[in-house]
């Protein structure tokens, strides 16, 4: 599966950005879909996951009630809802797919497909 991320951009704190990836190559409701990020100087860092159904999801605690992870498999497509966003949600977001749910997300972030990433700037 390719996955392509976009709709970052620069946005002032306080403020929203919807993120979207869309995905070509093979239908995501076969995968498991996740977010991660890399702001400069710094490791990568998860930020979200769906479940291939999308009744499971599961944020760390950065982003917890700030951001929303949703999916359209109709559309083969994710999406990454940011509002409150903090000048320290700046980085790079990169959109990523696994066949499996579970903690390789968020401890070991070693997914097998990842997308290029979108810059998002958060001026404070």
């Known amino acids: 599966v390719q996955l392509q991320a976009s709709g970052g951009g620069l946005v002032q704190a306080g403020g929203s950005l919807r993120l979207s990836c869309a995905a070509s190559?093979?239908?995501?409701?076969?995968?498991?879909m996740g977010w991660f990020r890399q702001a400069p100087g710094k490791e990568r860092e998860f930020v979200s996951v769906?479940?291939?159904?999308?009744?499971?999801?599961y944020y760390p605690d950065s982003v917890k009630g700030r951001f929303t992870i949703s999916r359209d498999n109709a559309k083969n497509a994710v999406y990454l809802q940011m509002n409150s966003l903090k000048p320290e949600d700046t980085a790079v977001y990169y959109c990523a797919a696994d066949r499996v749910y579970g903690s390789k997300w968020w401890r070991t972030n070693e997914v097998d497909y990842w997308g290029q990433g979108t810059q998002v700037t958060v001026s404070s």
């Open positions: 190559g093979s239908t995501i409701s076969n995968y498991v």
């Open positions: 769906i479940s291939m159904t999308g009744v499971g999801t």
